[in-house]
């Protein structure tokens, strides 16, 4: 007798990584106003880090043509480092007040991150750095305008012992942005970066995670998310970097040009953002 085939099994989406964090609570004045010494060592340890996760994504990046997935040894490292700089990016941003421990893995940390490496296209491996290009770029806006209204931010979080609401929510917008990007950039996912203005009411099965799974953005959340990009293009448009140049009849000029976004992976710490690109 016949039989109807059975059913296909449903379409399985690429994984979106997802950040986890608690919603703004009381903060320590005092940390809040040394908040960028006390991170110093923080900020050398993710240098050393980004060194070595450089060197890793490009053995990563020739074992993931061949296999179609990151290699063991990449997957792992990566997927610590992700976390580890995300946290403390979370910390020098005023988000809350708990100190990002030297570890990779941190179960009981307020601030976590659900990466989830998997299958790659191959195409999209090999000009990974050519697609990257986009979600670079917004992330430097991003992080362009945070930076460029910081003192005002401190400064506010400073008198009021927490991170008011809506600044909570763009702030998570862009810290989010900037770890999907870099997921995508370090081939741990294959979901090009997205939805940084958030999710709807109800948009999780089971109801919100965290204060930022989903991540809803008020109207003062938006408001402010759009004036950081705005404000990021304005800075980012009007900066300028200057090079001597020495032309070949020994003639020496000065070249201004836009500044332009850190490297695509993390450095040390910069005047413009210690840990943006």
Known sequence: MWQAPPAPAP???EWLPVLDMPAPGTQNRLTVAFRIILLIPQFVVVWVLSVAAFFIAVLGWFGALVLGRLPVFASDYLTGFVPYETRVNAYLLLTHDRYPPFAFHTPDHPVRVELRPGELNRLAVFFRLVLAIPA????GVLYAGWWAVSFISWLVVLILGRMPQPLFEATAAILRYRMR????????TSAYPKRLFGEEPGSVPGGPVSATRPLVLSGGGRGLLVAFILIGVIAWGTGSITTTVTSDDDETKQVTGPLLPGPLLPGP?????????
Do not use: H, K, R, V
């Open 181 to 188: 990007y870099m997921a995508y950039l370090l081939m741990l």
């Open 11 to 13: 379409f399985e989406t």
């Open 136 to 139: 670079m770029i917004i992330q």
């Open 269 to 277: 710490p910069q005047s413009g953002g210690p840990l943006a690109s």
